[in-house]
């Protein structure tokens, strides 16, 4: 388990889908106090509220609406073009501001927009942390008189990211993974603001010198790989690194595959279609399916209602179970011990991407706009995860899947390649114990 330091920060994220949240959450053990919900406060001015209500509301509408035939796509891809992550190649400098930026910045201007938050914590000036851009950008508008640091949760990110003059900037960030630092560069951020730490993966998963991931992925292969394909290749090595009494040659539960949706619940429909597809093997025993709402009420009861509705209902409720609670700090939490007993995680590629790290393969999911892309993108090359097939039909595949060997292979690509460290790194850097961070992965992927 990561030690718990004495030092302590504000901790601020947004309540806009998971991807912020989520990011937050590992860092609770820092956090002066609860983690700050920036749009959701307490004392937050009404304006302030309006603003990020209005931007959040819009967010989820337009994830939804893609899903809506034939226009869906199109209303979609007007909406991702002004957040579109430009071509890496060729190298050039990106560093002019885009549109976003400006509107941002005319809302700190006329409105004072975030002015009340950052004066509240500038009474006592601790390391501000926050997963979240324009948090970080109002703290540096503001004249925050700490240090802000901003974590980034995808694998490649958009202009909006760093402020309209980025050498004048005193944001440090902290980068998932090496394009984000390349990327950041591009972008006109001083190499001595980027700090290569990886995404800060919750430490109920990780444990001390990795100790929970090593006891869980070494339980997880022999399920991916029941026929011993891939292991029967690679298992001294494989023993090595997880420590021979972690790897198991028998399988201890039935096939586990946890379906996780976004915040907006845009691809809820698949969770029911996998449902439908693999109901027999669901009913004997063959396969445990999670369908996670996570705090999305209405998630949540269309996922009853599939269930209830499914055949074989009896037999097959003893092994699906839908994961929902009232708010996102206790889904994490919850969500987090599933993960523990998950062999597959289906997800579209969203800030999960980076869970492939705990020796999770991936089943992709269609991405939802530019920045999910990259993920996907990144999640494929390092070879931890797959796109799905014909979801209809998963009844067949994913047994193809299996008897190949390559969800084991897929889940070891995760655990090697990927950044493990990233919130024992985030730590280290916050409080400036650099010679103690752990070094990342340096391929720059895709």
Not at 375 to 386: D, F, P, Y
Not at 416 to 440: D, M, S, T
Request: aromatic share 12%.
């Amino acid at each position: 388990m990561v030690k718990k330091l004495p030092e302590k920060a504000w901790v601020v994220t947004v309540d806009m889908g998971y991807g912020h949240q989520r990011a937050a959450y590992p860092l609770k053990a820092i956090a002066a106090g609860q983690i700050i919900t920036a749009n959701n406060y307490r004392g937050i001015p009404e304006k302030d509220k309006k603003i990020w209500q209005e931007s959040r509301v819009f967010y989820e509408f337009i994830s939804r609406f893609k899903m809506v035939p034939l226009i869906g796509n199109k209303v979609f891809e007007i909406y991702d073009r002004i957040q579109a992550i430009p071509k890496f190649y060729p190298r050039r400098d990106l560093s002019k501001g885009n549109a976003q930026l400006k509107e941002i910045y005319v809302l700190f201007k006329t409105m004072d927009w975030g002015k009340h938050l950052i004066e509240k914590l500038a009474a006592q000036p601790l390391p501000l942390v926050t997963t979240f851009f324009i948090t970080a950008m109002m703290a540096e508008y503001y004249n925050y008189p700490g240090e802000i640091y901003c974590v980034l949760c995808d694998a490649d990110i958009s202009r909006s990211w760093v402020p309209p003059q980025p050498k004048n900037s005193r944001i440090i960030y902290l980068a998932s993974n090496k394009r984000v630092e390349e990327r950041l560069k591009l972008y006109g951020v001083d190499s001595k603001n980027i700090y290569l730490t990886g995404f800060p993966l919750p430490e109920e998963n990780v444990g001390e010198k990795l100790a929970y991931l090593r006891h869980d992925l070494g339980r997880r292969l022999i399920q991916l790989d029941p026929q011993k394909v891939y292991l029967s290749k690679y298992k001294a090595s494989i023993a090595s690194m997880l420590g021979q009494d972690n790897f198991k040659s028998r399988p201890v539960r039935p096939l586990t595959i946890t379906f996780a949706v976004g915040g907006a619940g845009a691809q809820r429909d698949l969770g029911v279609e996998i449902l439908r597809s693999l109901r027999k093997d669901i009913a004997a025993g063959r396969v445990r399916l999670n369908l996670v709402a996570g705090a999305n009420q209405e998630v949540n009861k269309f996922f009853a209602r599939a269930t209830r509705s499914c055949r074989f209902v009896k037999k097959c409720r003893k092994n699906v179970k839908i994961i929902f609670a009232e708010n996102k700090m206790q889904y994490f939490k919850q969500f987090n011990k599933v993960l523990r007993e998950t062999d597959i995680l289906w997800t579209k590629p969203s800030e999960l991407s980076f869970y492939c790290a705990l020796g999770l393969p991936i089943i992709i999911a269609p991405p939802i706009g530019s920045q999910e892309i990259f993920n996907q993108k990144w999640l494929t090359s390092i070879g931890a995860g797959m796109d799905q097939d014909d979801p209809q039909y998963v009844n067949e595949w994913l047994w193809d899947w299996i008897s190949s060997g390559w969800l084991a292979e897929a889940a070891m690509h995760g655990f090697v390649e990927a950044p493990k460290y990233g919130l024992y790194n985030a730590q280290k850097i916050i409080f400036h114990k650099y010679k103690e961070a752990r070094k990342v992965q340096t391929i720059l992927q895709y």
